[in-house]
């Protein structure tokens, strides 16, 4: 059958004809999608990306011959296309994944480490949804990946041409002095994020400086065996102290706490101040973790003083969060849809009236700081 107007184009590759055949399956269920190609392996990934030019490719990590890895590396330096990673749930899976990320892949999909184990039923809806929307917005999110190679080329001779020059490096940041709409004291902020999160996060907190004056807490929804790996990639590139979060650990200036996939994490507090719990409460969450139990636990600890980001991702998660951020007097930014990978939870932020700001991924971290 022919692709009809309209229709989101996937080539799916895995060395599995298994997984080929499952994943062709499920997406052909929705009408709005239809596979125009398999590939066995990156070699035949890169060939049929430029000849079929699909809408998206589901990439296998571990392949024969061409890995996906560098078969990602050759499609977004040749024929840019979105690509969403399918991985193994490990360790080494969930760094090869974030790497992807960082190369250009727009998000991922988490199997277990037997291709008859992967929780098709799950994860079926919100894949197809978000294969549909990613489809839709091909054009923009492949001018974002271009956009982002020139500013990455620019920082890249900016930085040579300093050393080359004997330069001094760059000066702690200071806080700003205030103008009066931005007086509004901060104590405490809270990042949620979800698909196209992770490249987002770091477009943020890397630009977050040393002596920043509060502490950060961080809900990206992922697997657990990828936090770990999170936390380590965004300590590589920060000036800021990022790891993963575990139960007693303080709400710290300069720190930036990430919440362990899996479990949910709040706020209680000690003699010395605020401290996380990372626990399973409530177990019928959707999410886990869940954007929404974390704002809320923040916004009644830290009241108007809170400031939260919302971040690309699919859905509403965040949204009741964030109604109490603002009933308390708290401070919302939202991403703009432009440099969103899916414009879902920061769209329901905005329709829902509790934005503050709403701006591009790259100039979050300076509306942040605009506050100090």
């Known amino acids: 059958m022919q692709q009809t107007a309209g229709q989101v184009s996937v080539l799916v590759v895995d ?8 994943l062709t399956i ?24 430029k000849r079929l030019k699909p809408d998206l490719v589901t990439m296998d990590v571990e392949m024969p011959r061409m890995d996906g890895i560098a078969a990602l590396r050759q499609i977004m330096q ?9 991985s193994s749930m490990t360790t080494e899976g969930a760094g090869a994944t974030l790497d992807a990320l960082a190369m250009g892949a727009i998000d991922y999909i988490a199997k277990g480490q037997s291709f008859v184990s992967i929780d098709i039923v799950k994860i ?29 080329l620019k920082k890249a001779h900016d930085e040579s041409a300093k050393l080359i020059s004997g330069q001094a490096a760059a000066p702690e940041w200071k806080p700003r002095r205030r103008h009066q709409h931005r007086y509004h004291h901060i104590n405490v902020i809270v990042i949620g994020a979800s698909t196209g999160g ?20 961080v809900v990206q929804h992922m697997p657990a065996a990828f936090s770990q790996p999170l936390a380590d990639r965004l300590d590589r590139v920060s000036k800021v102290t990022v790891r993963l979060a ?11 706490l990430i919440a362990p996939g899996g479990k949910q994490m709040a706020l209680a507090r000690s003699s010395t101040g605020q401290h996380v719990v990372v626990s399973d ?3 019928s969450a959707i999410y886990k973790p869940c954007i929404d139990n974390t704002l809320k636990s923040v916004a009644e600890r830290y009241g108007k003083f809170t400031m939260a980001a919302i971040l690309t ?42 934005a503050d700001h709403i701006v591009p991924i790259d100039e979050i971290a300076d509306e942040l700081l605009s506050y100090f």
């Open 26 to 49: 499920m997406l052909e269920s929705d009408p709005a999608i239809k596979v125009i190609g398999t590939a066995r392996d990156g070699e035949e990934a890169v060939e049929k990306t």
């Open 198 to 217: 992770p490249p987002a996060l770091e477009a943020v907190i890397a630009r977050l400086p040393r002596n920043l004056p509060v502490g950060v807490i």
């Open 124 to 152: 079926k809806d919100e894949l197809l949804a978000k294969i549909k929307d990613i489809g839709r917005r091909k054009s923009l999110l492949m001018a974002m990946y271009r956009s982002r190679q020139i500013l990455q």
């Open 15 to 22: 060395d599995s004809a298994f997984m080929r055949k499952a």
């Open 246 to 256: 575990i139960s007693g650990d303080p709400v710290s200036p300069g720190t930036v």
């Open 78 to 86: 040749h024929n840019p296309t979105p690509v969403l990673m399918v």
């Open 281 to 283: 409460y409530p177990p």
């Open 313 to 354: 991702g699919m859905g509403s998660n965040g949204l009741d969060g964030l109604k109490d951020v603002k009933n308390k007097g708290g401070i919302v930014i939202a991403q703009n849809e432009a440099t969103c990978v899916v414009y879902g939870m920061p769209k329901a932020a905005i329709n829902a009236g509790l």
